[in-house]
């Protein structure tokens, strides 16, 4: 697809009003929170264990539920490099089928050991896959920090990691009940001074002061979903004059139980209060939305056309600046 054929907040807002799901995948987009291994169609895990998994529930109902499914059925799909490597490009090809031209795409910091592969190694595997796919998405890795791990225990695995040179962000995610985000602070200034963009996951399992607190602790660039800052007028207030972006996930919201549906969702009174918001798969896998699928959700959101195109636009602007493709 060409870009630039037609402006693409043109193409956009009429695929959005006329409710044509094929002409908004066909539109440029950006998934800036997703998981590596949980965004391959679940089909792959079914072909590397030779038997599906079963069909993951509309609603896990908490978090917990969430964990256990994954390591129940998909983590004994990662029985080594290839195994690995397949999961990747399935998931780096669903994103490029629906036409996404940028990808900040997490892999955890942890998965090297699991598949018994140094840092280096897992590293080439990767920019090995992101070069099959340059023509189409850019894909800029992420390095995935579980709270579970100890700091200490981070910090002697991420510098390896930050060597390479193929990482361009950093997000500290899994449960935010677990461990002290202040325990964290040097490890994110090690990853700024790589040059690295700072997120981290908050506002998803707990309220609008930890969305707060990470950002100011972590000096965040971006906040991984941040939707529960809605709850508090101060912290929204605050992320909009900082200019700090939420990355959301409706679909994923609403599976873990964080909203009661999506029309209930907080992200229209977010963006209204003047917060700059993305949109996002989380985990494809599991949840089985797409950016696309999202896109046309934000309208049960409330959102109108011009406003999810404005979402998209946030994303857009993510982009590094020399590949950045896309016009009107």
Not at 24 to 36: E, I
Not at 184 to 189: E, G, K, M, S
Not at 313 to 327: C, F, V
Request: net charge negative.
């Amino acid at each position: 697809m060409d870009p630039h054929a037609q402006p693409w907040r043109e193409r956009l807002y009429a695929a959005l009003v006329s409710g044509d799901r094929e002409a908004v995948a066909r539109t440029p987009k950006t998934d800036l929170h997703c998981h590596a291994l949980l965004s391959a169609p679940l089909q792959v895990y079914a072909d590397i264990l030779g038997n599906p998994p079963p069909v993951p529930p509309a609603v896990f109902g908490s978090f917990k539920a969430f964990a256990d499914y994954i390591g129940t059925y998909l983590l004994p799909a990662l029985t080594g490099r290839e195994a690995v490597r397949r999961i990747i490009r399935a998931a780096f090809e669903h994103m490029a089928n629906d036409n996404i031209v940028y990808a900040e795409i997490s892999f955890d910091l942890l998965l090297p050991e699991f598949i018994g592969v140094e840092p280096e190694a897992f590293a080439e595997l990767i920019a090995e896959e992101c070069a099959q796919l340059k023509d189409r998405t850019i894909i800029a890795p992420e390095v995935g920090i579980a709270r579970p791990l100890p700091a200490d225990q981070v910090e002697r695995r991420l510098r390896p990691w930050l060597q390479t040179g193929i990482f361009r962000s950093v997000d500290l995610y899994d449960d935010e009940t677990v461990g002290n985000v202040a325990d964290f602070a040097p490890l994110y200034r090690l990853a700024k001074d790589h040059g690295l963009k700072l997120k981290a996951h908050a506002g998803e399992l707990l309220g609008p002061e930890f969305v707060r607190l990470s950002v100011e602790v972590l000096e965040l660039d971006a906040v991984q979903h941040g939707v529960r800052a809605a709850e508090d007028s101060h912290v929204t207030d605050f992320l909009a004059a900082r200019g700090t972006t939420l990355h959301v996930c409706p679909t994923s919201n609403y599976s873990l139980g964080v909203v009661d549906s999506l029309e209930s969702h907080p992200a229209r009174q977010l963006h209204d209060r003047g917060v700059k918001l993305t949109v996002n798969s989380d985990d494809y896998t599991l949840f089985g939305a797409s950016v696309s699928d999202e896109l046309l959700n934000l309208q049960r959101m409330g959102f109108d056309a011009a406003a999810i195109v404005q979402v998209v636009a946030n994303g857009l602007e993510q982009m590094p600046q020399p590949a950045r493709a896309t016009s009107g």
